[in-house]
């Protein structure tokens, strides 16, 4: 595809569940990002991966949340036991991982926990 | 540790009103700094970007913004606005310790409404 393409593009879900969001980069891009976007608090760094590096993790908020990234591709944000409080958009953005690139966004994963 | 503040939550103009959206930043080193826009219902899309050299800077749609080290500042600037301008506007940093590129950090956005 031409773009950073995330799935399911909504999801609702009952609070104690599991969730897996999906992220399918532009092809070619080495870095991938995830973001969590809720309102009135910005776009919060979640994880981030580079290449064959290890991830930074370091915005993660709980170990409730992980994230893969297989083949240097397609990416997986794993929610257990989600509370109401995961409820926001989950962007995922990817680049070619130079300092010159530009990070093209999906359009997110609206997560509602009830 | 590198940070963002943008200090206008929402501003209002008059379209064809000049507009500046103050970004003020916190880090030790050289930064990279960013604007991106979320129009409604679409996706970030960036506006422009500063690693070095000139410090203004030119993006698209008929922005530019202009870096100061002086005052750790990056603001966002259109000399007339237009009503599709009215989207959430954020401002990033990111750290260039390395020639990849590091995570960026975004502010908290500055959302834009334009009256006709």
């Known amino acids: 595809g031409a773009g950073v393409s995330q799935s399911p593009s909504n999801k609702v879900t009952e609070k104690g569940k599991d969730v897996e969001l999906r992220c399918d980069p532009i092809?070619?891009?080495?870095?991938l990002y995830w973001y969590r976007q809720s309102l009135g608090q910005g776009l919060e760094f979640l994880i981030y991966?580079?290449?064959?590096?290890?991830?930074?993790k370091s915005g993660l908020p709980s170990d409730r949340f992980s994230a893969e990234r297989t083949g240097g591709s397609v990416s997986t944000l794993t929610i257990q036991r989600t509370q109401q409080e995961d409820s926001a958009v989950y962007l995922c953005?990817?680049?070619?991982?130079?300092?010159?690139?530009?990070?093209?966004f999906g359009n997110g994963t609206r997560l509602t926990v009830t | 540790a590198q940070s963002v503040t943008q200090p206008d939550i929402h501003i209002t103009v008059s379209e064809g009103a000049s507009l500046e959206l103050r970004c003020n930043y916190s880090?030790?080193?050289?930064?990279?700094l960013f604007w991106y826009v979320q129009s409604p219902g679409q996706g970030l899309q960036l506006l422009l970007k500063?690693?070095?050299?000139?410090?203004l800077v030119q993006g698209i749609k008929g922005f530019e913004a202009e870096f100061k080290r002086s005052q750790s500042s990056f603001n966002l600037r259109k000399p007339s606005v237009h009503w599709s301008d009215a989207a959430e506007y954020f401002c990033?940093?990111?750290?260039?310790?390395?020639?990849?590129?590091?995570?960026?950090?975004f502010g908290t956005g500055t959302r834009l409404q334009v009256f006709p």
């Open positions: 500063y690693f070095s050299g000139d410090t």
């Open positions: 953005a990817s680049s070619f991982g130079q300092r010159n690139s530009p990070l093209h």
């Open positions: 990033a940093v990111g750290a260039t310790r390395s020639y990849n590129t590091d995570k960026l950090i």
């Open positions: 092809s070619g891009h080495t870095a």
């Open positions: 880090y030790g080193a050289t930064p990279y």
């Open positions: 991966f580079q290449g064959n590096s290890a991830p930074d």
